[in-house]
C-alpha cells in the first residue's frame, strides 16, 4: 500500500488503536503526542496522511492544520470530541479535509482514511481537450486548469472537482445530500458543514464580489445552485 500516516494525539491509548488497526492493514505508521513533536516528523519526513487531535498541548490542532497548509495538501483529518462545532468548522476553514468524532469505530477510521484519499486525487475523468465555459469561467479537464476572467486560480482538487460538479449542473438546484454524494462519496450526505466552507472557499476564488455571488449561489434550506 505503501501509504504513511502520521497519527497526532496526546491519548497514547487512541495512537496505539490507530496504529494497530492500520498497521494490521498494510498502512506505515507514525506517531507524535502533540503538534510540535507532530511538525517536526511532518517536515522531516514523508507523510501521505495526517490524523489529529484539536485539543493537544503545546501546540493544538488547528495551529498545526495552520502551518502544514503553508506547504502542503496533504490530507488531514481532524478528531473531536462531541460537541466541538466551532472548532469543526475552524479546521474546516483551516484546510483540514475530514473528521472524525470521537470514541469512533475501526469501520468509521477505515471509510474516512479511504474516502479523504480518494478525494485527494483528481477524479474528474476527461477526455482530451475537454472543456468547460460558464460566463468568465473556463475549465480545463485534462489540464485540471481553472481559468476566471483570464487569468488561472489555484484550486484544490476538491475544489476542482466541487466546481466542475456544479458547473456541468448548471441552472439545476442541487440539494446539499446530491452535492455531498457526487463529490465527497457515497458515504457522506449530512455534512453541510462540509458545503458551508468549501463553497465559501469557492467564492472567494472565482466570484468578483464573494459577498454578492453571481455564479454559487445558494438556495436557503435546500442547497446550491450555479448560476447561468
Known amino acids: 500500500m505503501n501509504v504513511t500516516v502520521l497519527v497526532v494525539d496526546d491519548e497514547k491509548p487512541l495512537r496505539d488503536f490507530v496504529r494497530r488497526n492500520l498497521e494490521a492493514r498494510g498502512y506505515q505508521v507514525m506517531r507524535a503526542a502533540n503538534g510540535l513533536e507532530a511538525l517536526a516528523i511532518f517536515e522531516n519526513e514523508q ?11 503545546h501546540m493544538d490542532g488547528l495551529e498545526m492544520t495552520r502551518r502544514i ?3 502542503s495538501t496533504v490530507p488531514i483529518i481532524i478528531l473531536t470530541a462531541m460537541g466541538e ?7 474546516f476553514d483551516l484546510g483540514a479535509d475530514d473528521y472524525l468524532t470521537k470514541p469512533f469505530g475501526v469501520g468509521e477510521l477505515l ?6 484519499m480518494r478525494r485527494a486525487q483528481w477524479s474528474e475523468p476527461a477526455s482530451s481537450g475537454e472543456r468547460i465555459a460558464r460566463g468568465e469561467i ?21 475544489e476542482f472537482n466541487l466546481l466542475v460538479y456544479l458547473m456541468r449542473q448548471a441552472g ?18 449530512n ?3 462540509y458545503l458551508r466552507v468549501y463553497m465559501g472557499h469557492l467564492r472567494q476564488k472565482i466570484e468578483a464580489d464573494p459577498l454578492k455571488p453571481k455564479y ?12 447561468e
Open 111 to 116: 471509510g474516512r482514511i479511504k474516502a479523504v
Open 69 to 71: 497548509r503553508q506547504t
Open 216 to 227: 454559487i449561489l445558494t438556495e436557503r434550506g435546500i442547497g446550491y445552485r450555479f448560476g
Open 47 to 57: 507523510v501521505d496522511l495526517v490524523i489529529l487531535d484539536i485539543m493537544m498541548p
Open 138 to 158: 473556463v475549465v480545463d479537464l485534462s489540464r485540471h486548469e481553472v481559468s476566471v476572467r483570464g487569468q488561472l486560480v489555484n484550486l484544490t482538487p476538491i
Open 172 to 189: 439545476k438546484v442541487l440539494p446539499h445530500q446530491d452535492i455531498l454524494k457526487n463529490v465527497w462519496g457515497a458515504e457522506y450526505g
Open 85 to 91: 462545532e466551532a472548532d469543526k468548522v475552524r479546521a
Open 191 to 193: 455534512e453541510v458543514e
